[in-house]
């Protein structure tokens, strides 16, 4: 379970809200029994349950345990926005394999209308999502998901990364693992996580403008292989064969 900094102390960890429910009334937990509890940020314990309630559940630090089921690159997925409830799937599938950040975004031919009375909900309902996945996954952190972005903001942001990337169809193949070995090879020394970005299209694709517009911005266009994917599977493929060329996948 993911719970806030300062609900840890030095002994005792607080589980509330949600959770408190979840770890009672779904996996009716009692005291005595054990599980792990993150700040997301720098803490992680092993813990057995003290008192047990549905609103607040206090548990007794057993043993602190490493932080290191993180990737040592941060991947940010930049997802278009896609059809029916798909971009949940990019996002619970990759945080499992270890995104640390998406970015949905509107490009030329995404066919989703934004309801902005209706944004908020689905934010919250996507940052569930990924705690959900990031404790499954026994990850140390939750990734962050931004709310939806324009075309135009994904290529600001796209200059914050070390590297960016658009998976472009219509380039040629063998790109990605070059590009990718070449990124991570000449900044390794820097003593900092590396921002990897990646940009995948909606289910029509990207225009050639908007290929030509991030290459501008500083974009890689890269190919997936000589099958076109669907959006979402192309989020996961890209995520795996980034996180697998950068050795972090054994
Ligand atoms: N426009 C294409 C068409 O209709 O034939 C297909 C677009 S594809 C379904 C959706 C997105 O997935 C693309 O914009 C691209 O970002 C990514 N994608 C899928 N297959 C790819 C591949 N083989 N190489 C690079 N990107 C790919």
């Known amino acids: 379970y993911f719970i806030q900094p300062e609900q840890f102390t030095d002994e005792t960890a607080t589980i ?49 345990l490493p932080m290191d089921n993180e990737p040592a690159v941060d991947v940010w997925v930049a997802q278009s926005l896609p059809k029916g409830d798909k971009m949940e799937l990019v996002i619970q599938k990759g945080t499992e394999i270890g995104a640390s950040r998406f970015i949905p975004f509107v490009s030329e031919r995404t066919v989703v209308q934004l309801d902005g009375k209706k944004e908020g909900k689905r934010l919250e309902r996507w940052q569930k999502i990924a705690k959900e996945a990031a404790e499954q996954a026994h990850r140390n952190r939750v990734p962050q998901v931004d709310p939806v972005v324009s075309w135009k903001d994904l290529l600001r942001l796209a200059q914050e990364a070390d590297a960016a990337w658009i998976c472009y169809e219509k380039q040629s193949v063998q790109e990605l693992r070059g590009q990718i070995r070449k990124a991570i090879l000449s900044r390794k020394n820097e003593g900092r996580r590396q921002r990897l970005l990646l940009m995948i299209g909606p289910e029509g694709g990207f225009t050639e403008r908007e290929a030509a517009e991030a290459e501008a911005a500083g974009c890689r266009a890269v190919s997936l292989g000589k099958r076109i994917l669907r959006t979402e599977t192309a989020a996961m493929v890209g995520l795996t064969c980034i996180l697998y060329e950068s050795g972090e996948m054994g």
């Open 16 to 64: 509330a809200g949600d959770d408190a429910h979840h770890l009672t009334r779904v996996m009716r937990a009692k005291p005595g029994d054990t599980c792990i509890v993150s700040d997301g940020i720098s803490r992680e314990a092993l813990v057995r349950l003290q008192t047990v309630d549905p609103r607040q559940v206090v548990a007794d630090v057993i043993e602190w």
